[in-house]
């Protein structure tokens, strides 16, 4: 199983949908609440290039966007492959 990281924030709806999706798909994944955390949000928006909406989410440490561009993989048909690869 790849590794996944997400970034959120408190009463993030984009955030829900993102989760819901991974947790559909059976992946485990780090979430990483930047609510209240700064440095974490800095760390955040470095390592996605610069994205300072959440959620930002990376697998096997590639920034893969939000929630409407996870979901975009999933309806291409790519998303299980990509959270199998290790
Ligand atoms: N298209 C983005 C939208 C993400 C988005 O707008 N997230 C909101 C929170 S749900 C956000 O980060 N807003 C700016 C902010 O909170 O500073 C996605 O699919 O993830």
């Given at each position: 199983m790849a590794k996944i990281e997400i970034y959120t924030k408190a009463?993030?709806?984009?955030?829900?949908r993102a989760k819901a999706l991974l947790d559909r798909k059976g992946a485990a994944y780090r979430?990483?609440?930047v609510t209240m955390d700064r440095a974490g949000f800095d760390a955040m928006v470095a390592r996605?290039?610069?994205g300072r909406t959440v959620p930002q989410?990376?697998?096997d440490d590639r920034p893969i966007g939000g929630s409407d561009a996870l979901a975009a993989i999933e309806a291409k048909g790519e998303?299980?492959?990509l959270l199998k690869a290790d």
């Open positions: 009463f993030c709806g984009y955030c829900a979430e990483i609440d996605a290039g610069g989410i990376f697998i998303l299980d492959a």
